[in-house]
């Protein structure tokens, strides 16, 4: 296999984007994803678009033909694939096997999410539980996490507070990032006083819904000099699965697909967590920011609450989480958001943050999840191509 | 790149499976091609599932992690790949990467759909057009085709009685085959009398709505033979998008997607159209059939019916086609189709097709058509590794 590089990224503002359609926003990151790499459009091979569910908010699939027509690049390959709020981590995994296998040079992966041309996105976004046991008995995706926040609590003595410190984090560091949905800063009394959604959720746990795409493009690491002077290696893209359902898991208080498709990235890497300088995960609800630094092995199982208030995860600190703003504050475009963890962990990497640079990072982690934990997708991402 | 082959094939019934949900059919269909190539569950390191739209059938996304639980294959990468109705031909093609690039070793390629708990399918397939520019303005799928039919019969001088040729040749084979949803033998007259769908095609035109699955395994070539005396060589395997709305396209009497992906294909495997023994063409309508035949290359362009008409594609002739009974007769559930076509032509080339067996067949191709060509999966398989 090829080792793959990542040579240019891009980012549309996310937001409630009334004047774009979902065809315009996947085009717009893709364009300028293919500038960014100093490429021209038909040097593309192929391209991946990471998906929920363009059924469901504006009626259309058949992703790929779209994409491919309103970008011109027909007729090159067009795939969309779809593992609900992971599609676009796995996009991105689709794109670097093709490359790392020597079918394709140049693949494009972009994520895009078109969630505000519907009344009501809650039936929608429920279509990534298990609909017969989960979704038509009316448990909704506030209510799934939780219960998983409630049990957290229960056994590990983890404080309302602790939650409301992740989203806290989130908004300080979107308030630095130009295209993040909300650039507000909040605090955790705020949090703890906005509208109840599922106890013990409240609205600014929550990550909104968004409209937005976000875009990477890859190529051989051996190649990666010609289109860019600070090329960022992949240094592992894994994935894994849990069951759809909750109720099926031994644990609710551990996403065992995080641990799983993290162990594995961090051994084909040959690193351990603690060499992670900057990582964006996967906070749809507070509580799965906080399970996702324990089930990294950022922090011990039960300890991640302590160690957001200690301010351990903010910028500069042991690890440097959600510098973006995360899902809460950067916004949640479903299929976008595997995407536009990609894009921060490589502005980051290559020093082109700006205000919410970290400094020095080196090796950057993406933690993608589809529903409550069935699918997880990892990529570790360096700047050096040994480590 | 390694070669890879398949090592097992299985389908579900075709049809109104009342008694069967979603995640039966594609867990049977998993589990049968798994027997089939004589493996164990758990030695399977990933699985691609191609399906159009589980959202609006039946309220599903994340079908990757759905299919992982029930199959009971998790922590293993699941993932869904989209194309309408190329979505299992795609899938197929993703499993063949991630076995060629070295990513991993076993992986089992499903199809599924479960198209008739939905009141009117209609509108779910229209999500394989251009939702703006065409489902919108209110043409269907059939009236789509029905165009294409028309400009044909203008262009070339076809004829009503050679597109029906081709809705009786598909159930001529379909009578032969226990797994097809209609097996029942059909006339050109029976044809012409049937209700009228979008003018010039009429309801035995059409290929049906249905319910079903179907599996295929794929391993290294070298490996193949430790789990089947008969494993069938991939020889070629590609894909070509074109615009997915009818309107933008320079001709509506070719499919550019079929001609680019099947050039590629038949370079790819050094072969030429004319060394096909069976070919499994995706018919959805009878004008789909008749323009796969010539964009194919097995003849030329506007002398499809005539070779239809002349019995050139019927079993042991010239080229064998859709001995399976094609979407017409063995049924359509959307991303079953491009496995269940992978199947049929590994039973042929096995010399496992029963009563519809083609004498000698030694090279086999599949074609399988999202929307109105926006996308095109070809595979090339053989009997002999080397060509």
């Not at 085009?27 to 500038?35: D, W």
């Not at 980051?348 to 999840?369: C, F, M, P, S, Y």
Request: net charge negative.
């Amino acid at each position: 296999m090829r080792d793959v590089a990542i040579v240019g990224v891009a980012q549309t503002k996310f937001g409630e984007l009334w004047n774009a359609s979902f065809r315009d926003l996947v085009v717009e990151a893709g364009v300028n994803a293919i500038q960014d790499a100093n490429m021209s459009g038909d040097s593309i091979d192929a391209m991946y678009i990471g998906n929920m569910s363009g059924g469901l908010f504006v009626g259309q699939e058949h992703i790929g033909a779209l994409i491919a027509e309103h970008s011109g690049l027909a007729p090159i390959p067009v795939t969309r694939v779809e593992a609900a709020c992971a599609s676009g981590g796995l996009a991105l995994r689709q794109a670097i096997m093709a490359v790392a296998s020597g079918f394709y040079d140049k693949v494009v992966a972009a994520g895009v999410e078109k969630m505000t041309d519907v009344v009501d996105a809650t039936p929608a976004i429920a279509a990534a539980s298990d609909q017969e046991w989960e979704a038509q008995q009316g448990v909704t995706f506030p209510s799934l996490y939780a219960m998983m926040a409630r049990r957290h609590m229960y056994e590990y003595g983890t404080t309302r507070e602790q939650l409301a410190a992740f989203a806290v984090l989130d908004h300080e560091n979107g308030s630095l990032n130009p295209k993040a949905q909300f650039q507000n800063k909040i605090t955790v009394e705020k949090v703890l006083n906005s509208t109840p959604v599922a106890k013990p959720m409240n609205l600014l746990d929550c990550s909104p819904v968004s409209d937005g795409a976000a875009a990477v493009v890859v190529c051989p690491a051996e190649d990666a000099h010609k289109y860019t002077d600070t090329p960022i290696y992949v240094q592992a893209s894994t994935q894994a699965s849990d069951t759809i359902a909750l109720h099926s898991r031994k644990s609710i208080t551990t996403l065992e697909a995080t641990v799983n498709a993290s162990r594995k990235a961090y051994d084909i890497a040959g690193i351990k967590p603690n060499q992670i300088d900057v990582a964006e995960v996967h906070d749809c609800f507070s509580i799965n920011g906080l399970l996702a630094i324990e089930d990294l092995g950022f922090f011990e199982k039960g300890k991640g609450g302590q160690a957001i208030e200690e301010g351990l995860i903010a910028r500069n600190s042991e690890v440097s989480v959600n510098t973006s703003g995360g899902l809460k504050a950067r916004g949640h475009p479903l299929g976008a958001t595997g995407l536009a963890q990609a894009a921060e962990v490589t502005w980051q990497l290559r020093g082109d943050a700006d205000k919410r640079q970290v400094d020095g990072a080196e090796i950057g982690l993406t933690h993608n999840v589809g529903g409550t934990g069935g699918t997880v997708a990892i990529h570790i991402l360096s700047r050096d191509q040994k480590l």
